[in-house]
C-alpha cells in the first residue's frame, strides 16, 4: 500500500469479526471505545495511542491488544505514518475460543496491551489474508488457531463482569443516553433524572466509561449508525436516525473511530 488508504469488511467465515486493513499518515483516531476487541498487527511504521492513561508506541511486528469498552486514541508516530491489519472479535467469539480452551466462564481480558509474539503475528497475517482472498474454512480455521495463541500467552478472565462493579448513577445515566439519541437532556437533567448532582455524575461517568456523557453519546451514536449501515441504510438517513446535525457530521465522528467514512464501511460490508 502508498499513500493513506483504509478497507473496512467482514467475512462469511468469521461472523462476529470485522477486519480492517489500512495505511494511515494524516488520520487520527478520536478517543473513543468498542464493543468488542481490537487486535491489530503492525506491519510498517509507527503507530502511536493513547491507551488506559499510557502513551504507547507500536512498531512493525507488535500486535496491539485492545479490551472492550477502553478509551483509546491512534495516530501516527512517525512522518510515514503506519500500516496494520486488525480482527475487530465480539465478546461473544473471544469467549467461545476461550471456552474451547478449557476457560471457566466469564470474559477473556488482555493485560498486556503491547506484545511482540512472532507465531501469533503470522497466525493474524494468514487470517487477514484468508480474509480478503480465502473460503471460510481457511479463514475460520486460522482465526481460532490466532485468537487461542493470543489467549494462551497474553490473555486472563477477569473476577467478575465490569457492568455488576458500576456505580447504580452511571448506569441509569447510560440507559438514559441510549434511550435519547435523537434529543438528549442536558448535563443537570441528566443528573437530576438519577439523582445525583452534576459534578458528581460527570465525574463518576467518566472514571466508569472514560469519557464524559457527551463524548460517550456520540460513541453510542456511531454504533448504532454502524447497526443501520449494515443493515443498508443510505448515510444522510442514517445521520437523520441517530441524531447527528447532518451527514457530514456523521462522517466526522464515523471516521474519527471506525477509520473509514460511513459509505466506505457501508460499501465493504456489502460486498463482503
Given at each position: 500500500m502508498t499513500g493513506e488508504v483504509a478497507h473496512y469488511w467482514s467475512h462469511p467465515g468469521l461472523p462476529g469479526v470485522d477486519l480492517l486493513r489500512a495505511r494511515y499518515v494524516t488520520h487520527r483516531y478520536d478517543r473513543h471505545t468498542h464493543d468488542e476487541y481490537a487486535i491489530a498487527l503492525i506491519e510498517d511504521g509507527v503507530e502511536e495511542f493513547e491507551y488506559a492513561g499510557r502513551t504507547l508506541r507500536a512498531g512493525p511486528g507488535s500486535i496491539a491488544l485492545v479490551n472492550p469498552g477502553v478509551v483509546h486514541t491512534g495516530q501516527a508516530g512517525v512522518p510515514e505514518g503506519w500500516?496494520?491489519?486488525?480482527?475487530?472479535?465480539?465478546?461473544?467469539?473471544?469467549?467461545?475460543?476461550?471456552?474451547?480452551?478449557?476457560?471457566?466462564?466469564?470474559?477473556p481480558h488482555f493485560p498486556e496491551t503491547l506484545v511482540v509474539d512472532p507465531e501469533a503475528a503470522g497466525l493474524l497475517r494468514a487470517v487477514h489474508r484468508a480474509g480478503e482472498h480465502g473460503d471460510a474454512l481457511a479463514t475460520s480455521s486460522l482465526f481460532r488457531a490466532a485468537a487461542a495463541s493470543l489467549l494462551r500467552h497474553a490473555g486472563h478472565l477477569p473476577d467478575g463482569p465490569a457492568e455488576?462493579?458500576?456505580?447504580?448513577?452511571?448506569?441509569?445515566?447510560?440507559?438514559?443516553?441510549?434511550?435519547?439519541?435523537?434529543?438528549?437532556?442536558?448535563?443537570?437533567e441528566l443528573a437530576e433524572a438519577v439523582g445525583v448532582g452534576t459534578f458528581q455524575l460527570a465525574r463518576a461517568f467518566r472514571a466508569v466509561t472514560g469519557l464524559p456523557p457527551h463524548a460517550y453519546l456520540n460513541q453510542v451514536r456511531v454504533r448504532r449508525a454502524r447497526g443501520l449501515l449494515d443493515a443498508g441504510m443510505r448515510p444522510a438517513e442514517v445521520a437523520a436516525r441517530t441524531g447527528f446535525a447532518d451527514q457530514a457530521h456523521l462522517t466526522r465522528h464515523f471516521k474519527r473511530t471506525v477509520g473509514v467514512p460511513p459509505g466506505a464501511y457501508r460499501e465493504g460490508r456489502a460486498t463482503a
Amino acid at each position: 500500500m502508498t499513500g493513506e488508504v483504509a478497507h473496512y469488511w467482514s467475512h462469511p467465515g468469521l461472523p462476529g469479526v470485522d477486519l480492517l486493513r489500512a495505511r494511515y499518515v494524516t488520520h487520527r483516531y478520536d478517543r473513543h471505545t468498542h464493543d468488542e476487541y481490537a487486535i491489530a498487527l503492525i506491519e510498517d511504521g509507527v503507530e502511536e495511542f493513547e491507551y488506559a492513561g499510557r502513551t504507547l508506541r507500536a512498531g512493525p511486528g507488535s500486535i496491539a491488544l485492545v479490551n472492550p469498552g477502553v478509551v483509546h486514541t491512534g495516530q501516527a508516530g512517525v512522518p510515514e505514518g503506519w500500516a496494520y491489519r486488525v480482527l475487530y472479535p465480539t465478546i461473544e467469539v473471544m469467549s467461545a475460543v476461550a471456552a474451547d480452551l478449557g476457560a471457566p466462564p466469564g470474559t477473556p481480558h488482555f493485560p498486556e496491551t503491547l506484545v511482540v509474539d512472532p507465531e501469533a503475528a503470522g497466525l493474524l497475517r494468514a487470517v487477514h489474508r484468508a480474509g480478503e482472498h480465502g473460503d471460510a474454512l481457511a479463514t475460520s480455521s486460522l482465526f481460532r488457531a490466532a485468537a487461542a495463541s493470543l489467549l494462551r500467552h497474553a490473555g486472563h478472565l477477569p473476577d467478575g463482569p465490569a457492568e455488576a462493579r458500576m456505580p447504580a448513577a452511571v448506569r441509569r445515566a447510560r440507559e438514559i443516553l441510549h434511550e435519547s439519541l435523537l434529543d438528549p437532556p442536558r448535563l443537570d437533567e441528566l443528573a437530576e433524572a438519577v439523582g445525583v448532582g452534576t459534578f458528581q455524575l460527570a465525574r463518576a461517568f467518566r472514571a466508569v466509561t472514560g469519557l464524559p456523557p457527551h463524548a460517550y453519546l456520540n460513541q453510542v451514536r456511531v454504533r448504532r449508525a454502524r447497526g443501520l449501515l449494515d443493515a443498508g441504510m443510505r448515510p444522510a438517513e442514517v445521520a437523520a436516525r441517530t441524531g447527528f446535525a447532518d451527514q457530514a457530521h456523521l462522517t466526522r465522528h464515523f471516521k474519527r473511530t471506525v477509520g473509514v467514512p460511513p459509505g466506505a464501511y457501508r460499501e465493504g460490508r456489502a460486498t463482503a
